[in-house]
């Protein structure tokens, strides 16, 4: 069961002194560890520890109820099954319990066998469940990456687009703030598309300067320019029957929208420094973090070209607006860091959750993601607290910010101090800020920080 010489431990939560009494004598009796615990609160102080494979709560008490406590578990550590005491009237709550995540309900009186069968039967799951989990996560060998969390209403309208339009060969134009998995939902079209075996090459169009990202498209023959010692196919080609992604639409510069256009209008490309065209059949997927209607006002985006990507679009909302998600998320990530962090971590401590709930993720799924992957890293309990994910810590004390600093020298400082902390590595630099490192790229191009 556990790598314990016990059959599991069990935590019994009754606000009832001679119940909790009775329980643990039962238990024990059949080779159980049982600890004990008077309320919610002080079950949750218990939980935090770790160690528990499994709780047995009654539903009334005082302060922290039983629904609470499983909110919980479920939330800090999911693997840990639950079972519910329900006296006579509150079985409704009961089937409410087992939609949260309970295992199974028992009625108080409860019959001493069907208590027993039921605790040996969820141990028995909880033991199966977490080998299926260690096996999956080997034999991804990556522990569910690539995987996409919907739990919020909006993100599984999101999916249902996604399984909606993934068979056509429709444009999809998709939008969100940074970090909210545009390139995720991309990937997820392709996936779903007939294509799903071709190629998807994303392409960052703020990523390069604008000769560049000319011939890493359109690809060149040999001599088109100098430095073209030999030809080489572009990026459309590579993509021909696949997927191709253009990031970051608005950061292409006109004169290759217009080459952009021509492209999806005639089905072909010509390479730098020849006029034969190649057939390409691509299937276009764009992404911005900026509204397309803003780009297209501020002229940065072609209007012709707009209609033409803007067949479908997709809007990914910001995490703050979709706060079912967080929780989902940050478990999520947590297994993938489970194996990397080579220590036993069961969850996240209720102030972790309550702090996760609370903050307003500027940097939205990536933010998270990276302040799982620290909270892992640095916790020193079996579970995450709120400190250890060091949320929305700011390196300034606002009070010492001299008067007339605007923010963007309050941002530039910060970048800066970041690069130098990483010796100008901009991954690990644009990971602390909790920014993409598009974003990251862009905010140096703009102050004319690049080197
Ligand atoms: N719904 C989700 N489920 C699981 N992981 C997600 C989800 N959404 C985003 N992620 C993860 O969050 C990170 C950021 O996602 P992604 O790169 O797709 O964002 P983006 O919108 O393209 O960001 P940017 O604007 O900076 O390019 C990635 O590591 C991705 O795997
Ligand atoms: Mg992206």
Known sequence: ??????????????????????????????????????????ALGMLEQGGYDMVLTD??????????????????????????????????TAVEAMKLGAYD??????????????????????????????LRAELKGQGGRGKIIAASKQMREVLARVRQVAPTEATVLIEGESGTGKEVVARAIHQASPRSDRPFIPVNCSAFPETLLESELFGYEKGAFTGADKARKGLFEAAH???????????????????????????EVRRLGSTVPI???????????KGAEQLVAQGTLREDLFYRLNVVRISIPPLRERPDDIIPLAQHFLEICRKKAQKEITGFAPDAVKAMLDHPW??????????????????????????DL????????????????????????????ALERHG????????????????????????????
């Open 390 to 417: 060091s949320l929305g810590l700011f390196p300034l004390d606002a009070a010492s910010v001299e008067k007339g600093t605007t923010l963007k020298e309050l941002e530039q400082s910060c970048i800066l101090t």
């Open 241 to 267: 029957t696949g997927t191709l992604l253009l990031d970051e639409i608005g950061d292409m510069p006109p004169p290759l929208q217009g080459k952009l256009l021509r492209v999806l209008q005639e089905g």
């Open 279 to 289: 057939k390409v059949q691509v299937r276009i997927v764009t992404a911005t973090n």
């Open 1 to 42: 069961m556990t790598d314990t010489d016990h059959n599991g431990h069990i935590l019994v939560v009754d606000d009832e002194p001679s119940m909790r009494t009775t329980l643990s004598i039962l238990l024990r009796r059949e080779g159980y560890e049982v600890s004990q615990a008077g309320t919610g609160a002080e």
């Open 105 to 134: 309900y028992i009625g108080k009186p409860f019959d001493e066998e069907e208590l027993l069968l039921k605790v040996a039967r969820a141990l028995e799951r909880k033991a199966l469940v977490s080998e299926v989990r260690d």
């Open 362 to 387: 500027p940097g939205n799924v990536r933010e998270l993601e990276n302040a799982v992957e620290r909270g892992a890293i640095t916790c020193r309990s079996p579970s995450i607290t709120a400190q």
């Open 59 to 92: 539903l009334k008490m005082e302060g922290i109820d039983g629904m609470e406590l499983l909110r919980h578990i479920k939330a800090a550590a999911p693997q840990t099954e639950v079972l519910i005491f329900t006296a006579y009237g509150t079985i409704a």
């Open 424 to 451: 100008g590595n901009q991954a690990k630099a644009a990971r602390e800020l909790g920014i993409g490192r598009n974003t990251l790229w862009r905010r140096l191009k703009e102050y004319g920080l690049l080197p």
